[in-house]
């Protein structure tokens, strides 16, 4: 089993749509959880990291359950600019960050 | 401020051939990480290191070598080029603030 799971993409949505992504890890000692952004042929970029308390910055709305060991990404009021690829990202302490494959996600005006 | 840069950007080896990638951080960073990217395989980690001098294997470490002489160095060897080896190539380095990722080596082998 993969350690980090993620929606099957690509999402493809209209202007101002909400969308949501999901994604799952395997290993329970994970302690750090972060969504990456990826533009085509760039290098991945930090969006945000998730807390268990949940957070928010701006559109965009992250929540962890350690639980379920479910992770996931809500995006309100999308723009085109937000067409990219969202990858879901875990780490174990000092460990290296583990990335799922990734979700595509294209905004259509 | 440069970050982390990666050289070459590009490259097209022949099978068998070998080359070395160069990845240099300018920001101190104890921890750098060679990571590959293969459509829809999201981003697998090749080989890290967690200080001057150390290695360590990551996921996908068969058929590539690294080392750490110098703290802002972190090179990637291919001894021998396979075709399963095309790919595009991240590296980073981190501290407890996070990673800083470099813009990537597109290498195809032929």
Known sequence: RKEVEQDPGPFNVPEGATVAFNCTYS?????SFFWYRQ???????????????????????AQLNRASQYISLLIRDS?????A????VVTSGNT?????KGTRLSVIA | NAGVTQTP?????KTGQSMTLLCAQDMNHEYM????????MGLRLIHYSVGEGTTAKGEVPDGYNVSRLKK???LLGLESAAPSQTSVYFCASSDTYGYTFGSGTRLTVV
Request: hydrophobic content about 30%.
């Open chain 1, 79 to 83: 723009k085109l600019s937000d067409s």
């Open chain 2, 33 to 40: 990480y060679w990571y590959r990217q293969d459509p829809g």
């Open chain 1, 96 to 100: 290296p960050l583990v990335f799922g």
């Open chain 1, 39 to 61: 533009d085509c042929r760039k290098e991945p970029k930090l969006l945000m990291s998730v807390y268990s308390s949940g957070n928010e910055d701006g559109r965009f709305t």
């Open chain 1, 27 to 31: 290993n329970s000692a994970s302690q």
């Open chain 1, 85 to 88: 690829t969202y990858l879901c």
């Open chain 2, 72 to 74: 802002q160095n972190f």
């Open chain 2, 9 to 13: 950007k590009f490259r097209v080896l």
